[in-house]
């Protein structure tokens, strides 16, 4: 049984999500509703809540200040926003759980399921790159939390030379040779990496524009990368690919 709190200014929005939960995730309990940061604070000292389903724009004290308010996060947090692309992409980036309003029931589910097989809580290094990602939004961001088996590990985009799929996971490889195993498909890291820096050049690899050493013509074309790697362009991507190259 998981422990769930709601916390939204918008009393709908709660009763909504209460209801969602109830009909979809059996699995939860919903232990409090709160309609202020204030009243989350007290609701969740008391209960000690698995998870927070919690807004971020609220008066007087918004969903971030209010985990501040938090000096050890032992809790999961689930935010419910209705935020632009960019800020979703944030979201993305610092490997946070994120609903968008209306909430889904297959969104909410799959949310419910991730939760389930997490082994840790929320880091507060998670919400400080959310808030520094959120301020720039970006196409690309200039850091990413990468969740792997052992917990989270925080690197420079600029730093990821390229990113193979294997089956459900990702080898993310660092431009000092080091490889992350990441516990995210390929098409995961695209949709959170994409952008003017990164392409997606062939199903089995994502690719840091910034880190190509040369491309060949030859045997059909290929892309050699700073360690010597050699990456083949599906002929669907070639086109593409070329304009993208040309304003690098």
């Known amino acids: 049984m998981i422990k769930a709190i709601i916390i939204d200014d918008e009393q709908n929005c709660v009763e909504m ?11 939860v309990t919903v232990v409090a509703m709160c309609n202020s940061g204030e009243q989350g604070i007290e609701a969740i000292m008391k209960h000690r809540p698995d998870v927070v389903f919690l807004d971020i724009e609220m008066p007087r004290m918004n969903g971030f200040d209010m985990l501040e308010k938090f000096e050890h996060l032992f809790f ?3 935010f419910t926003t209705a935020y632009n692309k960019f800020a979703i992409k944030a979201f993305r980036y610092s490997a946070l759980n994120y609903l968008l309003k209306p909430v889904d029931p ?6 419910i399921k991730r939760l389930e097989e997490k082994k840790s809580a929320l880091e507060k290094e998670q919400l400080r790159l959310l808030l520094e990602n959120m301020k720039n939004l970006n196409p690309t961001a200039q850091r990413i939390a990468l969740s792997t088996g052992d917990g989270l590990i925080f690197v420079n985009t600029a730093d990821i030379m390229y990113c193979q799929a294997e089956s459900n996971y990702t080898n993310v490889v660092m431009s000092n040779r080091n490889k992350v195993l990441v516990a ?12 003017k820096d990164f392409f997606r050049v062939h199903n089995s690899y994502l690719i840091n524009m910034n880190q190509i050493k040369k491309f060949v013509r030859g045997d059909g074309g290929y892309i050699l990368m700073n360690d010597d790697t050699q990456i083949t362009i599906a002929r669907s991507k070639k086109e593409e690919f070329f304009e993208m190259f ?3």
């Open 246 to 248: 040309s304003k690098f």
């Open 76 to 78: 999961e947090v689930v």
């Open 184 to 195: 995210k498909t390929l098409k995961d890291i695209d949709e959170t990496l994409s952008g």
């Open 17 to 27: 999500l209460e209801w969602l939960l109830k009909t979809y995730c059996p699995i």
């Open 106 to 111: 297959d969104d909410l589910q799959t949310t």
